[in-house]
């Protein structure tokens, strides 16, 4: 049974500081790994981590794909108020395949 | 981007009555959807997966009747949860996919069901 587990379940800091959230994940077939921040409604997509793109960047988010140890990290720098919200990762087998999703990380910023 | 539409966002009904929610790809063909629960402050969890032209596949534990999804066009599956009970309530999420090697898939908005 695929497995993707991600931690902490939930974080408390300051505005300002920095942030490192993990997941790692057990699959049978692995072909992506997906970090999604969910606010209120549907989850919005961050980045997508393949066997060919390990690593992405955007703004004040980064994220690494480590396939030898099956994990991934998001980092966030100089966290807002803004960036509060529970931080999804999921993996894909690719084609028809559903995605698994962890239980996420509940993200608080305090100003 | 790709868009997945779902409707309605928020419904209320009576317990016993049955609701309907669908979930459109609007400018992409997806013979796979997917369908999810979320339960508060718990992750997404896949109900099922509806093939276009075929019968959905349900996840273990999943009720097939209760729960019942029609994928009868590439960019239409709508889930129906018939005799809705207070413990159905919950956020239903739909998700398409295009086919594209990667998994990546797009997400409707999802859909808050209150039964009351």
């Known amino acids: 049974e695929d497995k993707v587990v991600q931690s902490p379940l939930s974080l408390v800091v300051h505005e300002g500081d920095t942030v490192t959230l993990n997941c790692s994940y057990e699959?049978?077939?692995?072909?992506?790994l997906l970090w999604y921040k969910q606010e209120k409604k549907a989850p919005t997509f961050l980045f997508m981590l393949?066997?060919?793109?390990i690593e992405k960047k955007s703004g004040r988010l980064s994220s690494i794909l480590d396939k030898k140890e099956l994990s991934s990290i998001l980092n966030i720098t100089a966290t807002q108020t803004g960036d509060s919200a529970i931080y999804l990762c999921a993996v894909g087998g690719g084609g028809a395949d559903g995605l698994t999703f962890g239980k996420g990380t509940h993200l608080i910023i305090q100003p | 981007g790709a868009v997945v539409s779902q409707h309605p966002s928020w419904v209320i009904c009576k317990s016993g009555t049955s609701v309907k929610i669908e979930c459109r790809s609007l400018d992409f063909q997806a013979t796979t959807m997917f369908w999810y629960r979320q339960f508060p402050k718990q992750s997404l969890m896949l109900m099922a997966t509806?093939?276009?032209?075929?019968?959905?596949?349900?996840e273990q534990g999943v009720e097939k009747d209760k729960f019942l999804i029609n994928h009868a066009s590439l960019t239409l599956s709508t889930l129906t949860v018939t005799s809705a009970h207070p413990e159905d309530s919950s956020f239903y999420i739909c998700s398409a996919s295009p086919g594209l090697d990667t998994g990546e898939l797009f997400f409707g908005e999802g859909s808050r069901l209150t039964v009351l």
């Open positions: 699959v049978t077939n692995f072909r992506s």
């Open positions: 393949t066997s060919s793109g």
């Open positions: 509806s093939n276009e032209g075929s019968k959905a596949t349900y």
